[in-house]
């Protein structure tokens, strides 16, 4: 089964601290996504990278950085946490297949507080 | 990408099979339709996709309406463990970002 694991399931951090979000894959995927979910607002992708140090901007980047220097671990960085940037945040990975978009496998997400 | 519509809500009995509804009537002809669910505190799970043909796993069934405007997801025999949001999406090929709406919210009741 594939396995995509972040760093930490809950995460409290200040108005201005630099957070890493971490994430791993152990399934050899190409495409790795950041999304963050609200309440009533479903999910929004933040960034994704189809292939290492790639990156490409999804629908809300603003107030967020990533980084993908090996394969299967892709960063988000938030450079000055912001009380706005209270959420849920969902890392995922996908294969890239030659005819058709492979199914997204989602970690189990880490809740981040700033307070 | 398409846009899709499904309920916020739906209500099914225990042991009964549950139909969830996905409008997508701006669907193209190279584009998915994908289902996922996601149970609370977890992450969504993949469930099934298709792109004209009805398909079935060991999941759920999935059936495309011949026009492509319109699916059903079919869980045959719900459990309670089957209470859940159920995402559907439509997208293609080549474009890598995916964009889940709100979903329904399925309870499966006793």
């Known amino acids: 089964d594939v396995k995509v694991t972040q760093s930490s399931r809950y995460l409290v951090k200040r108005t201005g601290e630099k957070v890493f979000l971490e994430c791993v894959q152990d399934?050899?995927?190409?495409?790795m996504f950041w999304y963050r979910q609200d309440p009533g607002l479903g999910l929004r992708l933040i960034y994704f990278?189809?292939?290492?140090?790639?990156?490409e901007k999804g629908d809300i980047p603003e107030g967020y950085s990533v980084s993908r220097e090996k394969k299967e671990r892709f960063s988000l960085i938030l450079e000055s946490a912001s009380t706005n940037q209270t959420s849920m945040y969902l890392c995922?990975?996908?294969?890239?297949?030659?005819?058709?978009?492979?199914?997204?496998?989602f970690g189990n997400g880490t809740r981040l507080t700033v307070t | 990408d398409a846009k899709t519509t499904q309920p916020p809500s739906m209500d099914c009995a225990e042991g009964r099979a549950a139909n969830l509804p996905c409008n997508h009537s701006?669907?193209?002809?190279?584009?998915?339709v994908y289902w996922y669910r996601q149970i609370h505190s977890q992450g969504p799970q993949y469930i099934i996709h298709?792109?004209?043909n009805n398909e079935t796993n060991e999941m759920a069934s999935l059936i495309i309406t011949e026009d492509r405007k319109s699916s059903t997801l079919i869980l045959p025999h719900a459990t309670l463990r089957d209470t859940a949001v159920y995402y559907c999406?439509?997208?293609?090929?080549?474009?890598?970002?995916?964009?889940f709406g709100t979903g329904t919210r399925l309870t499966i009741i006793p």
């Open positions: 995922a990975s996908s294969r890239q297949l030659s005819s058709y978009n492979s199914p997204l496998h």
């Open positions: 399934m050899d995927h190409e495409n």
């Open positions: 990278s189809y292939d290492v140090k790639m990156k």
């Open positions: 701006t669907i193209s002809g190279n584009e998915y």
């Open positions: 298709g792109l004209k």
């Open positions: 999406i439509v997208y293609n090929f080549g474009n890598e970002k995916l964009t």
